[in-house]
């Protein structure tokens, strides 16, 4: 099973407060002046970004704490193989905000206002982030109300974003464009890569950031489990 699409950025449904939240602002609102910068930013972005996702489902299994799909190993920390032991099949996917992205901050930052690269940097974020929701409610609508667990990624919580190579070995050419270099960085720069676990006994409840202790990480988007 695989899909992969490329969007329009108003289907995203993005909206100052998902950028605020990005900004590190939680339950408020920054000034007036900046309010209005993200509004006319976002606008601006609207006229030129495309995101994409790309999906695909794979059986697999998980040996000790690792994740083995398609004789590929993944290294994942052992809080993450004792969430997914149930997983018969994993839903690998890579979400971007775009190249065009990256060339429309590459002009912001030419600008040479702060503030201004904060915000695209910011919108960013919160592309790829709204990007993620929505693959994850396209596998859900290809997976028929079967049971899976919530995201995991390379580079959250004690996974090493190396393995995110292992990744785009699966993926093929299923990857939108997006590319990874040695040192382990994707391109387009707003580009994530992960895994969903599916099996009947799995919580999408829990997520890295309600395992996590960092109670004070500005993008923390869960409590405490």
């Not at 408020?28 to 993200?38: Q, Y």
């Not at 040996?63 to 190993?73: L, M, Q, R, Y």
Request: net charge negative; hydrophobic share 40%.
């Amino acid at each position: 099973m695989r899909a992969s699409a490329v969007i329009s950025f108003s289907e995203l449904g993005l909206t100052p407060q998902h950028v605020y939240a990005s900004m590190g602002y939680r339950g408020a609102e920054p000034d007036s002046e900046t309010c209005s910068l993200v509004a006319r930013m976002l606008a601006d972005l609207e006229r030129e970004v495309k995101p994409a996702y790309a999906l695909k489902v794979l059986p697999g299994k998980v040996e000790g704490h690792s994740v083995v799909i398609d004789d590929i190993v993944f290294d994942t920390p052992v809080f993450l193989g004792k969430i997914l032991q149930e997983a018969h099949h994993f839903a690998l996917f890579v979400v971007t905000a775009g190249q065009a992205y990256d060339d429309w901050a590459a002009r912001i930052k030419k600008q040479g206002d702060i503030l201004c690269e904060f915000v695209a940097d910011a919108i960013g974020s919160a592309t790829v982030e709204s990007m993620g929701l929505y693959a994850k409610k396209r596998l859900e609508e290809l997976l028929g109300g079967a049971t899976h667990s919530s995201t995991f990624c390379p580079g959250q919580y004690h996974w090493h974003i190396s393995e995110q190579r292992k990744f785009f070995t699966l993926m093929g050419e299923d990857n939108v464009g997006v590319t990874i270099n040695d040192s382990f960085l994707m391109h387009p720069i707003k580009s994530v890569s992960g895994l969903i676990g599916i099996g009947e006994t799995l919580d999408p409840t829990i997520t890295a950031c309600s395992l996590c202790p960092r109670l004070d990480c500005f993008r923390r988007n869960a409590g405490h489990a």
